[in-house]
């Protein structure tokens, strides 16, 4: 029996030595020094044999902007990741890819492209939590479910306004605990009663990173909640339990 692959699209960062890894074996390098729970880390993944493409030219500034040689090397790096059953990006602005209208078997752009999911599960408002709401809504201003998204972003938060840099993967002022602090502080708000996510029946997390803190986000919203690690978990057979490398009840700074 075939074994199930998870391939993964990275973003265009300078701490990325090699275009191209795979870790198809436990304990395989990595191709950063994040720790579990980051998807550059394999062992986030666990029991499933992960394949890394970088994206080079999709610098985070460039592919937030919709910068069309961004997209153009998500292709490329999809293309190299062809042979995976699963192919899944580190950043939800891959989103972007989605406007070219190509076709793009087995592949998640971005926690986005559970929307449609997220529609069947409520006829009430999508919650969208993400990095930026200015940015994201602008991505989504021609999505077909627009009318029903109520956008929230972190921008504000700090640690938050750094992650869409190109220098972020260097740390750039943020550390786990301050990126826990800030969603906590944006739901304290927003899900008391009156805020913007109240009354949403879904939440999707744009952002690859708000993985790291679905359980954090759980103590919040009664809504399910849709990402594309749980997806890409789920969908490979490994499940998402406290096995599981994103938010597996660690404590903070853990």
């Known amino acids: 029996m075939t074994a199930r692959t998870l391939g993964v699209i990275l973003c265009d960062l300078d701490s990325y ?16 020094a994040n720790p579990v729970g980051f998807f550059e880390n394999p062992a986030s993944w666990p029991g499933i044999p992960v394949s890394y493409a970088v994206a080079r030219g999709a610098r985070v500034e460039r592919l937030v902007a919709g910068d069309p040689a961004a997209i153009d090397a998500f292709w490329r790096a999809r293309e190299r990741l062809a042979h995976c059953s699963l192919i899944i990006t580190d950043c939800g602005f891959f989103y972007y890819a989605r406007q070219s209208g190509l076709p793009a078997a087995n592949t998640l752009t971005s926690s986005l492209d ?8 409520t006829s009430g408002r999508i919650g969208v939590l993400t990095v930026s709401a200015p940015l994201a809504a602008r991505m989504l201003a021609s999505d077909p479910l627009s009318p029903r998204l109520t956008i929230v972003g972190l921008e504000d938060q700090p640690g938050w306004d750094g992650i869409l840099t190109d220098d972020h993967a260097y740390g750039n002022g943020w550390d786990l605990d301050t990126l826990r602090a ?23 997390l744009e952002c690859t990173l708000l993985p790291e803190f679905r359980r954090t986000i759980a103590q919040y919203t009664a809504a399910p909640i ?8 789920s969908a490979l057979g490994a499940g998402f339990d406290a096995g599981a490398g994103f938010d597996a009840g660690r404590q903070p700074g853990s």
Do not use: H, K
């Not at 030595?17 to 950063?32: F, L, M, R, T």
């Not at 739901?187 to 913007?196: D, F, T, Y």
């Open 17 to 32: 030595a090699v275009d191209d890894i795979d870790c198809v074996v436990p304990g395989a390098p990595a191709i950063s």
């Open 114 to 121: 559970l929307l449609p999911i997220a529609a069947t599960l």
């Open 182 to 204: 800030g969603v906590e502080a944006v739901l304290e708000r927003e899900c008391a009663p009156g805020g913007r996510l109240a009354e949403v029946g879904a939440l999707v």
């Open 226 to 233: 849709l990402d594309i690690a749980s997806f890409a978990l």
